[in-house]
């Protein structure tokens, strides 16, 4: 096996680029980053792989000289940039000190004993290590009862050649120096948060990274980034040999160009950026579960948006309406009706409310824009809920079939009504209900 230990593989990689680092992205990103945190006069703040520091200062003038900031890395010669500036500078940031050290063993680090803090910063470095989850545990230990943890993870398509090379470590079963495969979405980072026992208060995509946006790259130069990851940044020796790097440069190949659309792989300047916060008696935060009367559960696409129903949902009614079209984004939308009382959010904190005729409200996730209900105001009873917004996993009851198709009047012309021996109406069954109030 080639590889090494996490550690081993940070510092080789790390001290190599430690005297240019601060003249990468990363300085930018820094203030993207503290830009996000609510930092106020006289926290201390720990910082987790603080690198050269340059989260690290920009949290020391924040705290200013009451607070403090105390800044932990494994790798030497980021060490050395950091403590360097700091001595250029050496009244403004006395209240800073660096500490070499393990982030995932930091009961080692003997200044750290005993020790908990308001903020704790983890910059760019999440993916470094094997199980999220575990991390997130170890570090929330250091976190006062109240106190804040702010940590980032890439999105799916940053680095896209990076995340070829370990799906293509994964198919073969070789080791990879990062992980990155969990961050799917802001909704990931969002559960690894919730599961290390801390309460989330927000996940937000940060654009523009790096600096460049959106790029694409020809499917054909897949060779090109095989050569760069597998050969010239092949930090960990995993593909040193020559058997393994044959297997590696097919699957290499296959997995670029799944990504392909129209002949172009995306590459997406973007991380996701997770707050979460202690709670203030130091318990961990579960989240509240479906209770055991809940029939089904569902929510939202970032998760924002959760509910339960301890009602059997009706059948299926797809509406072709021109208002359903342009709010999927596609031809109709799905709907079941429950009982209003039956209807309990769990989460709802990004769910608005919109009024687009006289007769009837929706609402929908702000955040990711899934749309969640549409109420009749004439009718106090009942609500519809949309069906792509259900776990259908949850359900306990039998899976609703479509029963009917409404609004086939203003149906899209691209549709084929499916031949499926359900209602149908031109508008809705309910039309006289809906003109009577008009
Ligand atoms: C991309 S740099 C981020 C530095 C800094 N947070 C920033 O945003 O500029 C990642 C850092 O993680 C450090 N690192 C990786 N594994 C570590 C570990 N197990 N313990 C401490 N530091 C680690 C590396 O040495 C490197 O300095
Ligand atoms: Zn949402
Ligand atoms: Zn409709």
Not at 228 to 239: G, L, P, S, W
Not at 261 to 290: C, H, N, Q, W
Request: glycine fraction near 6%; include cysteine.
């Amino acid at each position: 096996m080639s590889g090494g230990t996490q550690v081993d593989n940070a510092i080789r990689f790390y001290e190599a680029k430690s005297r240019d680092y601060d003249g990468t992205w990363h300085s930018n990103f820094t203030k993207q980053f503290i830009s996000r945190l609510d930092i106020q006069k006289g926290q201390r703040i720990l910082d987790l792989a603080c690198g050269t520091g340059l989260l690290t200062f920009l949290e020391a003038e924040k705290v200013g000289l009451s607070g403090s900031v105390v800044g932990i890395d494994v790798t030497p010669g980021m060490l050395a940039v950091a403590t360097r500036k700091q001595e250029q500078d050496a009244e403004k940031y006395s209240n800073v000190t660096f500490h070499n050290g393990d982030i995932l063993h930091l009961e080692e680090t003997m200044a750290l004993q005993g020790k908990t803090f308001d903020v704790i910063t983890v910059a760019s470095a999440l993916v470094l290590f094997p199980d999220p989850n575990a991390a997130i545990e170890h570090w929330s230990k250091y976190l006062k009862p109240g106190g804040v943890l702010a940590v980032d993870a890439t999105h799916p398509r940053n680095l896209v050649s990076g995340m070829v090379l370990e799906r293509v470590a994964r198919r073969l079963d070789l080791p990879m120096p990062y992980n990155r495969s969990w961050s799917r979405s802001e909704a990931s980072l969002h559960t690894v948060l919730e599961s290390a026992g801390l309460e989330v208060e927000k996940v937000e995509t940060i654009h523009n990274q790096a600096g460049y946006g959106k790029r694409y790259y020809d499917v054909e130069r897949w060779d090109d980034f095989f050569v760069e990851n597998v050969i010239v940044k092949d930090v960990a020796n995993t593909f040193a040999n020559n058997e393994i790097r044959r297997k590696a440069q097919a699957v290499y190949k296959e997995e670029w160009e799944k990504l392909a659309i129209d002949g172009k792989v995306e590459e997406v300047d973007a991380v996701f950026l997770g707050i979460a916060r202690k709670s203030a008696d130091g318990s961990r935060y579960v989240p509240e579960t479906v209770s055991s009367e809940a029939i089904f559960k569902g929510g939202c696409r970032c998760g924002r948006v959760q509910f339960t129903s301890s009602q059997r949902p009706s059948d299926i009614t797809l509406c072709h309406c021109r208002a359903c079209q342009q709010l999927s984004g596609s031809a109709y939308l799905a709907f079941v009706q429950i009982p209003r009382f039956a209807l309990k959010y769990i989460g709802s904190s990004t769910l608005k409310t919109m009024k687009l005729s006289e007769v009837a409200e929706r609402t929908f996730c702000s955040s990711c824009g899934t749309p969640i209900t549409m109420e009749y105001l004439y009718d106090a009873d009942r609500i519809n809920i949309t069906m792509g917004s259900i776990d259908t996993y949850s359900m306990s009851c039998r899976i609703p079939k479509v029963k009917k198709h409404i609004f086939l009047r203003e149906k899209a012309p691209w549709v084929e009504s499916p031949d499926d021996s359900t209602e149908r109406w031109g508008t809705a069954e309910f039309a006289h209900l809906v003109a009577t109030k008009n």
